[in-house]
């Protein structure tokens, strides 16, 4: 965030191969893409809907879909093929360096364990969240206690299934209700939510190039890799010398080294196994909490 460009200002709708007329333009580009069938990690990613819901895929052969210029660019460097049809190009502007680096200071400043590097940690870490978020926030209601047992939506003692609350708190003679809001645009209190998806998008686009650096390297083993992390069979040194300034325990946006492992399972996104040389155990399953016991063997 702190090094790009982002995208920003007015946007303009194009259609057709806007590289013949501006080589630099920038913005987010719908494409035909052709994946190349020699990568064992392909690196750009769709939203897939399925049976059991929306998935991250990185796929290969040829699909559609909007992509930041800037990956665009890093993709033919691995053999991606484009076709643009049409897009939106933005003016570009650095707007986050002054937020960053003051942010990261204090962080260097405070102990982990200090309450003021941890609040600099979220604010860092979910400012770009925040720009793509949805409109759909949950609707929140006090009402009389009184009238709220009289009114429909309260049949026998229990909450009429149709209305989609989260939940129901009684505070004595109060209710305090909280309702899924199903409408993009609410009522009298819509707000302006500075929400801007062209910045939260670039922010990823970016993060995804950094990380396609690892990724199809010979020259060392990717066992697994998630949003910012990788677990190689390099060191931090070897690591340093194929790629330098790669890894820097201090250095904002470089790597920093969490564990080394004797033994290691790595079985699907978020689901893996670590044994460190100092004999700990380790594990990350997606939706299982950390007090059930795991062991090695289990994986």
Known sequence: ?????MPVGNKSYFEGEIRKL????????FCKITAPDFLNHPILQLHVKTKSGLRTLAPVGSF???IFPEEMRNALKFGYKFEILWGYTFEKKYIFKDYVDTLY??????PKDHPM?????LFLNS?????????????????DKKEFLKCTSFVNGQVDPT??????IDLKDKMLLVLENQFNVADSETKEYNINIAIAS????YARIVMSQFKNNPSFKLFYTDTDSIYTNLNPDQLNSLIPNTVDNKLLGKLKLESVSNKAIFISPKCYALESVEGDFNFQVKGLIKKVPVTLNDF
């Open 22 to 29: 501006s080589p630099e333009a920038f913005g987010f580009f």
């Open 105 to 110: 200071q204090l962080r260097l400043e405070y």
């Open 64 to 66: 559609e879909g909007l």
């Open 127 to 143: 400012l770009y969240g925040r720009f793509g978020m949805k409109y759909l926030f949950d609707v929140i209601r006090l009402v």
């Open 117 to 121: 590097n941890y609040i600099a940690k």
């Open 163 to 168: 209305l989609k609350h989260k939940n129901i």
């Open 1 to 5: 965030m702190a090094k790009n460009l």
């Open 202 to 205: 670039a922010v990823t686009s």
